[in-house]
């Protein structure tokens, strides 16, 4: 089982396990500002915030696993099989593929507060990578040195939840995980 935790002393911690029987060649992956992604419907992100984090990398395109950027926003996602569910687009959302998810937060907020604005309009679409490539199912924690968040996107829509232990599992959804 995946773990995400966060830890906070004079300094911030978060770090996760990726417990998982085979691999996808990930690795430590690192995007400077300015690189270009191309997102699904939203054009190409290429003013940003660099990230670092692990990464599985197909066609020059980072699919983070987890990553912080250079500001101290930290995400991670985590299997939520048998409840992830994603969306068709949206007219006058943001539609942002959840493999998009990660650098489309990190790239533009400084903070979960930055964060939470982009979520109230963001719509999270079923859209794969590429063919052949099914849609993860995860949820994520997101976090900076003041607070963490949980994102879950569900049958009943986008979730986000507080989450003032900082840590997140796999299953089950999170306001079940943390009674």
């Not at 489309?104 to 979520?119: E, I, N, P, S, Y």
């Amino acid at each position: 089982m995946c773990t995400a935790a966060t830890y906070q002393t004079k300094d911030f911690y978060f770090g996760r396990n990726l417990d998982y029987e085979f691999g996808y060649g990930e690795t430590v992956t690192f995007t400077p500002r300015h690189y270009p992604f191309q997102l699904n419907g939203l054009g190409v992100l290429d003013q940003h915030y660099a990230i670092l984090g692990m990464a599985c990398v197909q066609n020059n395109y980072p699919l983070y696993y987890d990553a912080i950027n250079e500001k101290g926003l930290c995400i991670a996602g985590l299997n939520f099989v048998g409840n992830a569910w994603y969306c068709k687009d949206e007219p006058g959302k943001d539609n942002v593929a959840q493999f998009e998810l990660i650098p489309w937060l990190l790239g533009r907020c400084a903070t979960v507060q930055d964060a939470r604005t982009l979520l109230d309009r963001m719509n999270l679409v079923d859209t794969p990578f590429c063919e052949g490539m099914p849609v993860a199912s995860l949820h994520w924690m997101i976090a900076d040195h003041h607070e963490c968040i949980t994102l879950e996107s569900t049958k009943d829509g986008l979730h986000v939840y507080d989450n003032p232990a900082g840590v997140l599992t796999n299953n089950p959804p999170f306001p079940t995980a943390a009674v």
